[in-house]
């Protein structure tokens, strides 16, 4: 089974009962604590959320998309009725030949359907939740992806670091020490310049994944993407940034993170269970142009503490890795 984007991969998912729907949830604390309960739970579906707290029908929020192996292998090509060891040892065959096929620059796509710029961003309309009791903020990005590019050698990464809304066109952007964002970061206040990012808040799980990886330093995940699904990922040029932006993004932003600019950001639930860290300043994102599809989707991939689920596919893709370290 293949999908187009994150819309058909829901309908395929929705085919195979793995997805649960969900109306009427406050986006403040109650998505986050329904999304680490049925992420505990025997079937741990996806769950998308619409008709949320305070925001209109429609603007909805997907949580939960690869936290079963069924889903893992719909979402990385592989067949879905796949064991859980055999998914461990092609992903295992994957990293010792990896195929990269670069994205392809397409025109137009769904995610222009709706473009603000100026006065007319307000990030605060969409439904972001308040994830865990203690986050200092409302999170945008936990299952997103950010785009930047090296500004010396001008290849593009493009990660998963967590986004904090600021108010309705600055966002603050964690990105930890050792990170190539980080390091594409760091290049640019070198030179006392801002550094260009895009921001893609829904898309491809198959990106969300890629983005989380680990990969070598130069490698572009969009063209480890593209070797994995077998074709090229389409993507538009920004119009502000000149960054490469998935073509069928639910909801995108293009800006620039300041060099001499900071706000107070976190503290957040992290990966380990724990608040890593408190309150501290962070450089500020300005938005310059926000960009969304009808119906708009929100994902999103809170941590849990302790970690939920064997067959997430982190967990496997994790596997994989180490039964190939110990050979």
Known sequence: MSYKDLRDWLGQVDEMGELARVPGADWELE???????????????????????DYPAGYRVLVGMIESLKRAALTTNLPVEVRRNEFIAMWKERLNNPKLIPPQYVDGGPVLENVFTGKQI?????PVPKWHDQDGGRYIGTAHIVITQDPDEGWVNMGVYR???????????YISPGKHGRIHRQKAFDKKQPLKVAISFGQDPLLFLMGSRAVTWGVQELDYAGGIKGESIEVIRGEFTGLPIPAAAEIAVEGEIMPDETKEEGPFGEWTGYYASGERKEPVMRVKSLMHRNDPILTGSPPFRPQAGADNCSSLIRAAFIWDSLE
């Open 31 to 53: 998505i986050g604590a329904l999304t680490e309960v049925a992420a505990r739970g025997p079937t741990a579906p996806a769950i998308l959320f619409d008709h949320i707290k």
């Open 122 to 126: 307000d990030l605060l309309k969409f």
């Open 163 to 173: 986004v904090m809304i600021h108010d309705r066109d600055q966002l603050a952007v």
